[in-house]
T-cell receptor, first 112, second 113 residues
Framework: SQQGEEDPQALSIQEGENATMNCSYK?????LQWYRQNSGRGLVHLIL?????REKHSGRLRVTLDTSKKSSSLLITASRAADTASYFC????????????FGTGTRLTIIP | GAGVSQSPRYKVAKRGQDVALRCDPI?????LFWYQQALGQGPEFLTY????????KSGLPSDRFFAERPEGSVSTLKIQRTQQEDSAVYLC???????????FGPGTRLTVT
């Protein structure tokens, strides 16, 4: 079963704009990860945020985590056509470094 | 290559046939995972290996699904008597023991007709 949900399910923006997508999860976690999946390809790890962190940056990516609300957001700034993909949040199950439980994903389309 | 590879990339099976999907993890990665991804959904966990030991198979949907990793490197996911509901992309991932980041292969798209 899915751990949580991403919101929105789909998002289309103009190139150069910022894209924000949200993730909600259900159980306590020790970290949350974001992955990108291009059409017909595997997932690529983008960024990990630990439960004791509130915000983390990596290049054009900014992730926030609110453990009290069991939610996270991913912000992509200055979007590019190559950012077109599906984005998933994922949390390790059983508080360990084992299987990941994924959300339902946000399909992001960047319009050139 | 240095990444996770999977074969075949595409497989069409007639209902009732057996299929075998192969995963070559990144060399030295102790942990190996299989996930099933239905169209428009996120991946869902199937099974997990640490070296050759299958430590968790709680996600396998039925006893028609079987996975092995006999020498602790290459893994095979076998589906017997395939059904239409088995149609999905099967993803393999590997990771360094103790690290939570997983490295995914491109997946095998299985279509059961």
């Amino acid at each position: 079963s899915q751990q949580g949900e991403e919101d929105p399910q789909a998002l289309s923006i103009q190139e150069g704009e910022n894209a924000t997508m949200n993730c909600s999860y259900k159980t306590s976690i020790n970290n949350l990860q974001w992955y990108r999946q291009n059409s017909g390809r595997g997932l690529v790890h983008l960024i990990l945020i630990r439960s004791n962190e509130r915000e983390k940056h990596s290049g054009r990516l900014r992730v926030t985590l609110d453990t009290s609300k069991k939610s996270s957001s991913l912000l992509i700034t200055a979007s590019r056509a190559a950012d077109t993909a599906s984005y998933f949040c994922a949390t390790p199950t059983n508080f360990g470094n084992e299987k990941l439980t994924f959300g339902t994903g946000t399909r992001l389309t960047i319009i050139p | 290559g240095a990444g996770v590879s999977q074969s075949p990339r595409y497989k069409v099976a007639k209902r009732g046939q057996d299929v075998a999907l192969r995963c070559d993890p990144i060399s030295g990665h102790v942990s190996l995972f299989w996930y099933q991804q239905a169209l428009g959904q996120g991946p869902e966990f199937l099974t997990y290996f640490q070296n050759e030991a299958q430590l968790d198979k709680s996600g396998l949907p039925s006893d028609r699904f079987f996975a092995e990793r006999p020498e602790g490197s290459v893994s095979t996911l076998k589906i017997q008597r395939t059904q239409q509901e088995d149609s999905a992309v099967y993803l393999c991932a590997s990771s360094v023991y103790g690290e939570t980041e997983q490295y995914f292969g491109p997946g095998t798209r299985l279509t059961v007709t």
